[in-house]
């Protein structure tokens, strides 16, 4: 299944890779692939941007805006004035 | 698929504990049997009664009889992804670590940073791990990536991270495999028994407005006729439908709805209720016409809730969603509600 806007924020800089797996490694989604010791962004459109990718990047090779993908979520920081920090209910 | 893959070292690290062996203390066992109060329990908490209270202490655990060079799995102290992790254990000795994510499983406490770097890296510290394993090597669960740096978890602690596969039930496979997960293990599925399994807590999250509109309901056939009358059950079916449809049958049908926007999937299956609806109840037009955009604001707003049970929805997406979407539900709810009252009592 695929949804609205997936992976627009995604973004890779091959110079700074160094080709350690691990954004093949921790994406739920396969949107990486290494091909010869360099990371490839083969699949953006499956792209949920839930930034584990860039979290377990060593060198700041991936970029991407992320956050939970939650209408709810959504809906109850746009009744907060300030949005930041709204706890969200689910479990 | 997997050839590249880099093993990356996980060099014992000899004397690399400060802390006493006094301190060091398991927190308990867990048996890999789940018991029918598991399962009733499991049910009580997607439906969402006590959902507070399961939790279990964090800390480490053994399951069977580990040694030193059992492998270290982490986890949430959500009880029910605890249960799903002991459950596809059987016959393996392991520890156990649980993190302290305030009961929340590791998908959503990833997200919240609660099952994170910070925490693991405490957690490693507070049970004394490096005193009860000779290798540097933990198994977290992938989904927890998303808090989890495994290179500032090796640089504050030594240990390694591998992420193991998405699903509790791989794990064994993936020990058995030598810590390596197949391209399948690695996916998010998201098939109609997962779509089935979060279902009843949308279902229970849209309660109380149900109450409400039954409770509306009563009021105006008590103003109307002065008591209840069994018309009541009529007039209540159309939203009960609604609650189910958006609740329920839009999570089922979701990959044959038309459209990425779970908004206006919701709002096609609304529309297809309305239809029905129209059929088979007589109302009047006023009523009918309330009713209508009351149904369709309801499966609209469930359908879209329903974006954060899913597994590949993107924030940027879901903005766009609700921007244009909410206010429409909310015009439609608000004139729907109008219609719906004044209808019957003009
Ligand atoms: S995680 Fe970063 S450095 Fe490692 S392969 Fe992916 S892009 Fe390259
Ligand atoms: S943000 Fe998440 S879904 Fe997107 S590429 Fe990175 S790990 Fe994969």
């Known amino acids: 299944m695929r949804y609205l806007l997936n992976g627009h924020s995604l973004n890779l800089v091959p110079e ?7 954004c093949e490694e921790v994406c739920p989604h396969g949107v990486f692939s290494l091909v010869q010791r360099k990371a490839e962004i083969v699949n953006r459109d499956g792209c949920m941007e839930c930034g584990a990718c860039r979290m377990n990047c060593a060198t700041n090779a991936i970029s991407v805006i992320s956050g939970v993908g939650c209408a709810q979520l959504v809906i109850n920081s746009m009744r907060r004035k300030n949005g930041a920090g709204v706890p969200c209910e689910c479990k | 698929m ?5 093993e990356c070292g996980d060099k014992p690290q000899g ?8 301190s060091a203390r398991v927190t308990g066992t867990l048996n890999t049997t789940i018991t029918w109060r598991d399962v009733l329990g499991g049910w009580g908490v997607r439906w969402g009664f006590r959902r507070m209270r399961y939790l279990i202490a964090p800390g480490l655990y053994r399951i069977g009889q580990p040694d030193s060079n059992s492998p270290v799995l982490v986890t949430a102290n959500y009880k029910l992804t605890v249960d799903a992790v002991r459950r596809s254990l059987i016959g393996l000795n392991v520890w156990m670590l649980v993190l302290d994510t305030k009961g929340v499983n590791v998908w959503c406490a990833a997200g919240k940073g609660t099952f994170g770097t910070k925490e693991l890296v405490r957690r490693i510290e507070v049970t004394n791990l490096a005193n009860f394993v000779q290798h540097r090597r933990l198994v977290l669960p992938q989904l927890g990536a998303v808090g989890v740096a495994a290179h500032d978890v090796k640089n504050a602690t030594g240990f390694f ?5 998405v699903r509790a039930a791989d794990i064994s496979a993936y020990l058995a495999a030598g810590m390596r997960a197949t391209p399948a293990m690695r996916r998010v599925t998201f098939d109609w028994k997962d779509r089935l399994t979060v279902a009843p807590m949308e279902i229970a999250g849209a309660f109380k407005p149900t109450l409400i509109i039954i409770a509306t309901l009563a009021l105006v056939d008590i103003i109307r006729h002065h008591r209840v009358t069994s018309h009541l059950a009529i007039d209540v079916a159309p939203f ?3 609650v189910l449809t958006g609740g329920l049958l839009v999570p089922l049908l979701l990959p044959w709805l038309p459209s990425r926007s779970f908004a206006l999937k919701g709002a ?3 529309l297809l209720l309305a239809a029905l609806l129209l059929l088979f109840l007589p109302m009047r037009i ?3 016409a309330g009713t209508i955009l009351l149904v369709l604001a309801i499966t609209t707003y469930m359908a879209m809730v329903f974006t954060g049970a899913t597994t590949f929805t993107s924030l940027a997406g879901v903005r766009v969603e609700v921007r244009w979407a909410l206010p429409l539900i909310l015009v439609s709810a608000g004139a729907g509600a109008i219609l719906r009252v004044a209808g019957v009592l003009i």
């Not at chain 1, 700074?16 to 691990?22: D, E, H, I, Q, T």
């Not at chain 2, 997997?2 to 880099?6: I, L, T, V």
């Not at chain 2, 004397?15 to 006094?22: G, L, N, Y």
Request: charge should be negative; include cysteine; charged fraction near 15%.
């Open chain 1, 16 to 22: 700074l890779c160094n080709g350690c797996c691990r």
């Open chain 2, 2 to 6: 997997n050839q590249g893959r880099c």
């Open chain 2, 15 to 22: 004397d690399s504990t400060q802390a006493t062996e006094q």
């Open chain 2, 161 to 165: 991270v591998h992420y193991g596969p």
């Open chain 2, 240 to 242: 009960l439908a609604a």
């Open chain 2, 268 to 270: 096609v299956t609304g």
């Open chain 2, 286 to 288: 006023a009523e009918g």
